[in-house]
């Protein structure tokens, strides 16, 4: 069945270092990638997407990589801060079912 | 511009009652999804709506249902309420399906 799933459930760095977040998917259909923040009491906030044709996506810190050859996808963020202390969820999307589906989501504790 | 708007934020219902709440999407956008976000199942999609039509929905019970109205409003509508329902719903908008979701701050349903 569908699922994408996160390896780390925590994940602890250290202000400055760069985090990565990792990210397994199953659905071999997908074709849209989503990365979310969550701070407490907040709603998802939207990071950087992607979609299937491409393999890396950069933003502002973040830069997304999907591996469709072993359905992995990461986000990185380089220098981390405080204020990316968060939950960070996984999504993924596909034409044949056009909902997000998402995974169980990483705690990034940023200290100082 | 205007972020999605849910409403109200915080509800507190008993068992047996019935719910509805309220997302006003992002001004231009068609499409919006609602999902519900517990700690032991994460963010579940319940169903999204485009142009006043659901196009999908997921994998909850009759008791959950929603609408689109033409302005793109939507409304989320819980029947016979149970402690299990407690969550936070979310809706999220985009343009289109398969495109960039924004999400809400959500409404903390507490049922007692």
């Known amino acids: 069945g569908e699922s994408v799933g996160l390896h780390l459930p925590t994940l602890s760095v250290q202000e400055g270092d760069n985090s990565i977040i990792n990210c397994a998917y199953s659905n071999s259909a997908s074709d849209y990638f989503i990365w979310y923040k969550q701070e407490s009491g907040k709603g998802p906030q939207f990071i950087i997407d992607i979609r299937s044709n491409m393999d890396k996506r950069q933003g502002q810190r973040v830069t997304v990589l999907l591996n469709k050859t072993v359905k992995h996808l990461s986000l990185q963020i380089a220098a981390t801060q405080p204020g990316d202390s968060a939950v960070y969820f996984c999504?993924?999307?596909?034409?044949?079912?056009?909902?997000?589906?998402f995974g169980t989501g990483t705690r990034l504790q940023v200290f100082p | 511009k205007a972020g999605v708007t849910q409403t109200p934020r915080y509800l507190i219902k008993t068992r047996g009652q019935q719910v509805t709440l309220s997302c006003s999407p992002i001004s231009g956008h068609r499409s919006v999804s609602w999902y519900q976000q517990t700690p032991g199942q994460g963010l579940q999609f319940l169903f999204e709506y485009f142009s006043e039509t659901q196009r999908n929905k997921g994998n909850f019970p009759g008791r959950f249902s929603g609408r689109q109205f033409s302005n793109s409003r939507s409304e989320m509508n819980v029947s016979t309420l149970e402690l299990g329902d407690s969550a936070l719903y979310l809706c999220a908008s985009s343009f289109e399906m398969n495109t960039e979701a924004f999400f809400g701050q959500g409404t903390r349903l507490t049922v007692v």
């Open positions: 999504a993924e999307n596909s034409d044949n079912t056009d909902k997000l589906i």
